[in-house]
Every structure is written in structure tokens, then in C-alpha cells.
């Protein structure tokens, strides 16, 4: 089956700064640790997804370069993690660029390809033993503007994968710019063949004008069946970046809620960046990924910057705290 669903846009949000709550007051959105990742280590670079490991309690980071993924565990208190041996991913694609994971029971999904229609690999938890996932195909995806973001969820009645594009592919409209969003494709394929299911989402704008500057989708979390969180990340050169996450359900249209804007977020913890950005937390966030529900009732969730090798940049893991109501249904 097949749904098509309208996305209303919401404005852009102004970049200024985060307003008091009152030292007494929860605040919606919390930054737990934003976790600078040593620049002398090849595995902090190029990471462009990531994925939660409740059970062993591990992030694992996917490299866009490197046929590998960066292991991370976390420190007491989540305010800083450690490095462990990386897992190499044993996938024969000619032309890598690993751009999303999701853990699948005792394997992980990749996405090792994001150019059209994408390749999709199941590998186990060694990064061997590849499998092909047959998944349905995104046919026109431009030039480093594909298949970016994957998750995975087994619900009583199936096992399902979910997909996005990062900017509109050929038929499907314009890329983003400063005066519109670009529309993109979720999927919610079944791997038990009962049906999949299909929505059109609409990003916000480019969030300031300059050449070259796009805003896309990069990653996604599933919460259920039904119900997704969507990483916007936008850059402008000269201006630094965006990072949106919001929420969107496959039975409401025009279902697109915010749930966390960076550059609204009190970033003390955060150190100065290296190139222009008109907040301390922003940078490349690529990869995102659900943790934990803290004792108090909220949810982590963790963001990774992907900073393609480049001095000005910073790899960066950052850690949110989001109380409860932000992630109920819409």
C-alpha cells in the first residue's frame, strides 16, 4: 500500500540565542555533554550516521570514507565517550559512501551507497557475512543528494525499514534554497512483504542566503510504526550551519512538529567552533540516534557532526536531554 502525505513547511527560524528558563526549570531540550572527539584519532572524522546499542551500550558512528564503523561508549553521566576498536565493514560497493546505520536485531543495516537507486547491506555485528537488502528504489536521486538515512523497528506485525533522500530527486522538484525547502521521500518498506507505505516531506528553507547553501534531511529515528524524528541540516558558506529535528507521523498529514532547534538550545557546554557559525553548538550534524530513557523520564537522543577531514570543522558527539512531551504523538 501506498500513502502519500503533504508536509506543511514551517518558518525558518532566526539563529539568536537561547532564552532563560529559570535555574529551577527543566528546560524542553537539555545539552547532557557536547563531546569534542580528539582530532588526532582517525576514527573521529567523516562520521555520517550513527546508531544506539541499548543492550551494550555503545554508539556506532558509519564513515562516509572509511569502510568502517567508529565504536563509542559512553562515559559515567554521558558527559564524554571513549573510543573502541573500530568495526571494518566487510562490502564489496566499488565506490563507498557510507551515509547511514541502524541496528537490526543481531546485524547491522548499512547504507554504503547513496547514489541511485542506493545500496542497502545487512552485515553482522564482525561486519561480515554481507547481504544485499532489497529495498524499493529511489530512481533520479541527484549527485550526493540521495538515499541518506536509514532506521529499522520490529513491531509485532512486521519487521520494517525506514529510508529518506536528502534533497529531491529529479522528478520529484527543486533542490532546497533560501526562499523554499526541497520535497523528499520516506519509506517505510516491510521486510515481511505486507505492504509499504510512502510520504512526501518538505524541508524548510536554506536558512540564510549565500552561494553555495542547501538544507537537506541526514538522518533519521524511529519512535514507532507510525512515527518518525527527521535531522534537517543546512549550510551556507561563510554563515556555518542549521540542525532541526523534527517529528512527523505517516497517519496525520501535514504532521511536521518541532522538536529541537540547535541554534535555540543554551550551548555553554559547547566549545568555540574553528570556522564562522553564529552559535557554539552548530556544525555538521549527519548522523542521529535515540538512547536511553533517563530516571527522570527523558529521552537522549545523539547527534554527530561530520567534519569531511577538514580543519575548519569539528567532530563533535552531542548529547540531548528531551523531556517526554516532545516526543508524544502529534
Same mark, same amino acid.
Given at each position: ?8 513547511p ?14 529551577s526549570?527543566?528546560?524542553?531540550v537539555?545539552?547532557i ?8 584519532d582517525p ?7 550513527l ?5 551494550q ?9 572509511d569502510?568502517?564503523?567508529?565504536v563509542?561508549?559512553?562515559?559515567p553521566?554521558?558527559? /564524554? ?16 559512501? /557510507?551515509?547511514a ?5 543481531d546485524r ?31 530512481i ?7 538515499l541518506e ?10 519487521r520494517y ?5 536528502e ?6 522538484g527543486p533542490?532546497? =534554497? ?24 518538505? =524541508?524548510?528553507p536554506v536558512?540564510?542566503? /549565500? ?23 543546512g549550510?551556507?558558506?561563510g ?7 523534527f ?6 498529514a ?12 543554551d ?5 568555540w ?9 552548530l ?17 537522549l537522543?545523539?547527534l554527530v557532526?561530520?567534519?569531511?577531514s577538514?580543519?575548519?570543522?569539528i567532530?563533535?558527539?552531542? =548529547?540531548?536531554a528531551?523531556?517526554a512531551?516532545?516526543l508524544?504523538?502529534?
Open positions: 500500500m501506498r500513502a502519500v502525505l503533504a508536509v506543511v514551517l518558518a525558518a527560524a532566526a539563529c539568536t540565542s537561547a532564552s532563560g528558563s529559570g535555574a526549570k527543566v528546560p524542553p537539555e545539552v555533554s557536547c563531546f569534542d572527539l580528539p582530532r588526532d576514527r573521529s572524522h567523516n562520521l555520517s550516521g546508531a544506539w546499542d541499548g543492550d551500550r555503545r554508539l556506532y558512528a558509519i564513515s562516509d570514507r569502510k568502517q564503523l567508529t563509542l561508549s559512553p562515559r553521566g554521558f558527559l /564524554g565517550f571513549d573510543l573502541l576498536p573500530p568495526i571494518a565493514l566487510h562490502i564489496d560497493v566499488k565506490q563507498w559512501d /557510507g551515509e546505520v541502524a541496528l537490526a536485531g547491522f543495516l548499512i547504507v554504503a551507497n547513496e547514489q541511485s537507486p542506493g545500496f542497502v547491506y545487512s552485515v553482522d555485528r564482525t561486519g561480515r557475512r554481507a547481504l544485499r537488502v532489497e529495498v524499493p528504489p529511489f533520479g536521486m541527484r549527485p550526493n543528494l540521495g538515512a536509514i532506521g529499522y523497528l520490529a513491531a509485532p506485525e512486521s525499514v525506514f529510508l529518506a533522500n534533497q529531491a530527486m529529479e522528478g520529484d533542490i532546497s =534554497t533560501p526562499s523554499h525547502g526541497t520535497i523528499v521521500r520516506i519509506v517505510r518498506h516491510s521486510l515481511d512483504g505486507k505492504g509499504d507505505l510512502e510520504m512526501t516531506y518538505l =524541508t524548510d536558512f540564510a542566503e /549565500g552561494d553555495p547553501g542547501d538544507n537537506g534531511v541526514s538522518d533519521l529515528a524511529v519512535l514507532s510504526p507510525t512515527r518518525l524524528l527527521l535531522l534537517e541540516r549550510w551556507v558558506k554563515k556555518g550551519n542549521s540542525a532541526k529535528v517529528a512527523v507521523d505517516f497517519t496525520v501535514a504532521s511536521k512538529r518541532p522538536v529541537v532547534d540547535l541554534a535555540q538550545v550551548d555553554a557546554r559547547c566549545s567552533p574553528r570556522s564562522p557559525q553564529c552559535r557554539r553548538i556544525e555538521n550534524y549527519e548522523g542521529m540516534a535515540l538512547g536511553p530513557t533517563l530516571g527522570d523520564g527523558r529521552r537522543l545523539f557532526a561530520d567534519d569531511n577538514d580543519a575548519g570543522q567532530p563533535r558527539l552531542v =548529547t540531548l528531551l523531556v512531551a516532545l508524544e504523538q502529534i
